[in-house]
């Protein structure tokens, strides 16, 4: 019955949800087009000289002066949607991806320590991190954000801080629980350091929660670095991320000009809305107790 | 139970003192804490008078004591922005937005967990299967595009609803509420399903959860061969047992969603402490977010509290444990 | 005395799953009459206690009952519709789980559970509901009845709980009880109070119990006659002392054998070799073969029930009258 490998078994179960795999090509599709922006964008939006202040708030289609069509519109800077889109994308999915692997690390790290630590240390650190989880991640993330200014390492700090804490709940939860059984003791009981019988053999047991958690946790990295950037803060109005498109272009929505924030918010929900149906399948075929 | 109440508050006690320590910490020790209480351009000589008035020359544990005194006596300092008390400040603009957030939590409990129960209890029907696919975009799609498209559907294309701001409020024991009016519904209505979306998921996927396990149970297995009826066992059996994770969930996304009224307050211009903070924050307005942070952390206390209260009312099996 | 009190004929229950047909239930037949306690003996994966949901109509997809009939009193169960079904679950027929700390409700107290369970068939006014509830739990022998009604189910020990679940299935004095292993959860000097209690309740109130364990010893001391289950049939049958005495089928004796009551001191335990068979994949013929030392060629077709109504075996070679 188990004969495949766990990994060949779990990619064959996955083949089974159509919606799952739909999704992951979605995300393979948008990563490459991540990858291959600054390549494959018609234009750079960050060059402010490229930037044609006549062929502002044009709509899509729209055949520009340089005999040039922009295929979804312009925004207010005279912009190609479609460039600032990709663009847009690539920053989406370079901080989403910084924030979720750095708080993982982080906080992986620091719940399976405490989890292995135990006594009165553990007991502080858990309590902390549940303080902090108690506290939204907006407000953290505003916060920090309002202080550290605007860029693209401050952001990732200001969103690794409202998200470690996550990974360091659930890491200490799964360690706990791999403590105390007994292959543990009987590891800890020959000469191997702790170290090793922390990183070989209760990691690696830790992993499928954990991994669920940081596909959400990058979904969340994503959603939460638009809304801050649609706010004003977060990333730069020079290095345009899709939530600063949004926000550009929301006055204009009134008037008719739709485009400039719908477009972009569109990639944004795709990107989305894809990464947590892999991650929600990910999370069912992990779970033990649905396994009937 | 008196002994569980007082171990709770103690805990509280402390915790605000903790944070109260960050945020002095945070604001005061990291940047210069006269920025956090005069504008930065004024006159060298009101700059020093402050100094010696505040103590900024004194070392840091005196002044983080002064800072509590001040904090115990409401004195928030006064906005740069406003030119007013920022206690004041802050109080006027808290009933905006605790209509706006209570709105949205009512809304997304009283419309999500039956949603999700019967999500649960047929998991096969085709209802089911659209009302978790409507949870998912509510789940995922951020908070901010949601308001968008509502404003364009609504108030753009359809012209039903208005676009933003606060509608008409009546006075109730001195404070000016908008729901009372038919006009100031017509204004609460899109915010408050914004606000309420992420949390209807939730709640929706919560309740399925808990209604599929309970379902499977022997309780409920037990329950039929009485010969309950399945709406019967729904209402009294699943339902109770479910509102225990349901109603910790509930208390810490009562303070989320608090949180989450920033962004669904500068969408449609809702006068309330979300858009309060935003412009604080974009002019530099360090007072109000001081007192900010240390009300949001002041509400959330209280309703960890109310949490732990309720919990312990709903099992009682935690009742005997903690007496 | 018309009909039989209850009367079942080639019942099956299927389940269909992804994985193939579980026959949890393949054609069983059986009568219970008036004031009789039969016990329903099985290993578990027997069928035994699907075959106790299958009588309350409380087999959910993707299982159903494919085949046969049970007749209460002469009613038809099998095809109606859930409605009707719901209105003798609790009435006519009353089931009792193994874990009764799982069976009640952790978070109501047992006042409110037994109101909703009288409030299924009747509607009653509180004061009314109290009374029943304090008459029905000083019947099953639980002390100081009035007072503890506003108890929670963890603040009584095991036997107890078990006993608010059985006052609760005797509300409505069905007419009969199934009982699925309810004392295994509990002290085994607890057990031997329940049992004594519940064979003096079923004379008092003349109700049938069916009592389904895996226990022989247990099922020994109450049941006039047992049924013998494996693989989803009933393989033997008939009067306790009968059957105890002179098993005809292998998997009886079997049984019998591994009793450490019947080893001498010191000597080993028999047990029957090999393990009973998933009940998605039955042998072909009869099910017990692969582990039964008398098994031949002609054991791969299925043995038809032989002997009389009330003393009957599925076996090609059954164990001759005089053997023990």
């Known amino acids: ?292 | 139970m008196l002994g569980f109440l007082i171990q709770r508050l103690l805990q509280a006690a402390v915790v605000m003192m903790v944070i109260s320590a960050l945020v002095f910490i945070g604001v005061f020790a990291v940047g210069n804490p006269i920025d956090v209480l005069i504008s930065p351009d004024v006159t060298q000589q009101i700059r020093l008078d402050t100094i010696a008035a505040y103590g900024f020359d004194k070392p840091l544990w005196e002044q983080y004591l002064a800072f509590l005194e001040r904090l115990v006596h409401g004195n928030f300092g006064r906005s740069f922005v406003f030119n007013m008390p920022v206690l004041s400040l802050i109080l006027s603009r808290l009933p905006a937005t605790l209509e706006l957030t209570i709105a949205a939590v009512l809304g997304a409990t009283l419309i999500g967990i039956p949603l999700g129960m019967y999500a649960g209890y047929k998991p096969d029907s085709p209802v089911t299967k659209l009302i978790m696919s409507v949870s998912i975009l509510g789940f995922s799609v951020p908070t901010f595009w949601i308001g968008l498209v509502l404003i364009m559907t609504f108030a753009v294309w359809l012209g039903w609803l208005p676009a933003g701001g606060r509608g008409d409020t009546v006075a109730v024991l001195g404070i000016e509420w908008s729901f009372l009016t038919l006009n100031g519904l017509s204004h609460l209505f899109l915010p408050a399903l914004n606000l309420s979306l992420f949390k209807l998921a939730m709640m929706i996927r919560l309740a399925r959860a808990g209604t599929r396990e309970v379902m499977l149970s022997d309780t409920i297995k037990f329950a039929r061969a009485s010969g309950q009826s399945d709406g019967t066992i729904l209402r009294r059996h699943v339902l109770r047992q479910i509102s225990i994770p349901i109603v910790t969930v509930f208390g810490l996304e009562f303070g989320s969603t608090l949180a989450f009224a920033v962004v669904t307050e500068t969408i449609f211009s809702w006068p309330g402490l979300g858009k309060l903070i935003i412009d604080s924050i974009q002019s530099l307005d360090r007072p109000v977010m001081v007192a900010y942070l240390m009300l949001i952390a002041f509400l959330f206390i209280i309703i960890n509290f109310l949490v732990d209260i309720a919990y312990a009312a709903l099992d009682p099996r935690l009742r005997a444990r903690r007496s | 005395m018309n009909a039989r009190l209850l009367e079942v004929r080639h019942l099956a229950t299927h389940f269909f799953t992804r994985a193939g047909v579980v026959k949890a239930v393949d054609d069983i037949s059986f009568d219970l009459e008036v004031g009789e306690v039969i016990g329903l003996v099985g290993e578990s994966g027997s069928g035994k206690s699907m075959t106790g949901y299958s009588l309350l109509g409380l087999i959910d997809p993707p299982g159903r009952i494919v085949q046969g009939s049970i007749k209460l009193k002469g009613q038809e169960l099998v095809g109606l519709p859930q409605e009707a079904l719901r209105k003798l679950r609790g009435r006519r027929l009353a089931m009792v789980f193994q874990d009764p700390m799982t069976t009640l409700n952790p978070v109501l107290s047992i006042a409110d559970q037994i109101h909703l369970a009288i409030n299924a068939h009747e509607r009653v006014s509180e004061a009314t509901a109290r009374d029943r509830a304090v008459d029905v739990l000083t019947r099953v022998g639980l002390p100081d009845a009035g007072r503890r009604l506003d108890s929670y189910p963890h603040e009584f020990s095991g036997g107890m709980r078990q006993r608010v679940a059985i006052a609760i299935a005797l509300l409505h004095r069905p007419d009969v009880i199934i009982a699925d292993e309810p004392t295994t959860a509990l002290d085994v000097s607890i057990q031997a109070q329940i049992l004594a209690e519940m064979k003096s309740l079923v004379r008092e109130l003349g109700m049938a119990l069916i009592w389904i364990s895996h226990d022989l010893a247990v099922v020994s001391a109450m049941a006039s006659r047992i049924l013998v289950m494996y693989g989803g049939r009933i393989v033997e049958s008939g009067p306790t002392a009968s059957v105890l005495r002179e098993p005809r089928h292998h998997y009886t004796r079997g049984l019998l054998n591994s009793l450490p009551s019947r080893a001498a001191p010191g000597q080993e335990l028999t047990q029957i070799s090999g393990l009973p068979p998933s009940l998605g994949a039955l042998p072909p013929g009869c099910a017990f073969h692969p582990r039964c030392p008398r098994a031949d060629a002609v054991c791969l077709t299925a043995p038809e029930t032989t002997g009389h109504d009330r003393r009957a075996w599925r076996c090609h070679h059954p164990l001759m009258a005089a053997s023990a």
Request: charged share 10%; proline share 5%; hydrophobic share 55%.
């Open chain 1, 1 to 292: 019955m188990d004969s495949a490998a766990p990994l060949a078994r779990f990619w064959f179960e996955f083949r089974q949800s159509q919606i799952a795999c739909a999704a992951l090509l979605v995300i393979v599709l948008i990563g490459a087009l991540a990858l291959l922006s600054p390549w494959i964008a018609p234009q750079n939006p960050y060059d402010l000289a490229t930037l044609v202040l006549m062929d502002a708030r044009r709509p899509p289609g729209h055949v520009g002066a340089g005999g040039y069509v922009y295929w979804l519109g312009t925004d207010a800077q005279g912009r190609d949607l479609l460039s600032a889109i990709l663009y847009g994308l690539r920053i989406s999915v370079q901080i989403g991806l910084a924030a979720g692997a750095v708080a993982f690390v982080i906080g992986a790290t620091l719940g399976t320590t405490a989890a292995f630590v135990g006594g009165r240390v553990e007991m502080l650190i858990m309590r902390f991190i549940d303080l902090q989880l108690s506290f939204p991640a907006i407000l953290l993330a505003l916060v920090l954000s309002a202080l550290l200014g605007q860029g693209k390492t401050q952001i990732v700090i200001a969103l690794v801080t409202a998200q470690y804490a996550y990974f360091a709940r659930t890491a200490h939860g799964a360690a706990s629980s791999e403590r105390a059984k007994e292959y543990v003791e009987a590891a800890l009981s020959t000469p191997l350091p702790a170290r090793q019988v922390i990183f070989r053999h209760i990691l690696p047991n830790c992993m499928p929660p954990l991994i669920v958690v940081a596909t959400v946790q990058v979904a969340n990295s994503i959603a939460l670095e638009a809304t801050l950037s649609f706010l004003g803060l977060g990333l730069p109005v020079t290095e345009p991320s899709l939530g600063t498109l949004i926000a550009n272009g929301f006055q204009y929505m009134l008037s008719g000009r739709y485009w400039i924030s719908i477009y972009p918010g569109v990639a944004l929900i795709i990107l989305i809305v894809a990464i947590n149906l892999v991650g929600d399948q990910i999370r069912d075929q992990l779970n033990p107790r649905l396994r009937r």
